[in-house]
Nanobody, 126 residues
Framework: QVQLVESGGGLVQAGGSLRLSCAAS????????MGWFRQAPGKEREFVVC????????YYADSVKGRFTISRDNAKNTVYLQMNNLKPEDTAVYYC???????????????????WGQGTQVTVSS
């Protein structure tokens, strides 16, 4: 079982940037698509972005296209989320997760992911 630990969250003003990291331990995530999700208080967890197992294909939620960039370094067992031009509505706890099944397409369904990290808080002030 892979364990995921998110880091890099913080408090920024609108228009600022943050880079989140998700470090994996226990088992390599090679072969698995990785996703970032976020959850604001009182709201359901929502999809942000997914990256394919080789890092060659990405799928972004419309709300973050052009502002967020996902990348992965399988040699380091780490996935990143570069967040630029942050908006107050981006405020949430951000989680990384691994898709349940390896060698499958990226998708936005929460139920298709597991091995959730503990999350890292991102707060964007206006």
């Amino acid at each position: 079982q892979v364990q995921l630990v998110e880091s890099g969250g913080g408090l920024v003003q609108a228009g600022g940037s943050l880079r989140l990291s998700c470090a994996a331990s226990g088992r390599t995530f090679s072969g698995y698509n990785m996703g970032w999700f976020r959850q604001a208080p009182g709201k359901e967890r929502e999809f942000v972005v997914c990256i394919s197992w080789r890092g060659t294909t990405t799928y972004y939620a419309d709300s973050v296209k052009g502002r967020f960039t996902i990348s992965r370094d399988n040699a380091k067992n780490t996935v990143y989320l570069q967040m630029n031009n942050l908006k107050p509505e981006d405020t949430a706890v951000y989680y990384c997760a691994r898709k349940v099944l390896p060698y499958t397409n990226c998708d936005s369904a929460v139920d298709h992911y597991n091995s959730w990290g503990q999350g890292t808080q991102v707060t964007v002030s206006s």
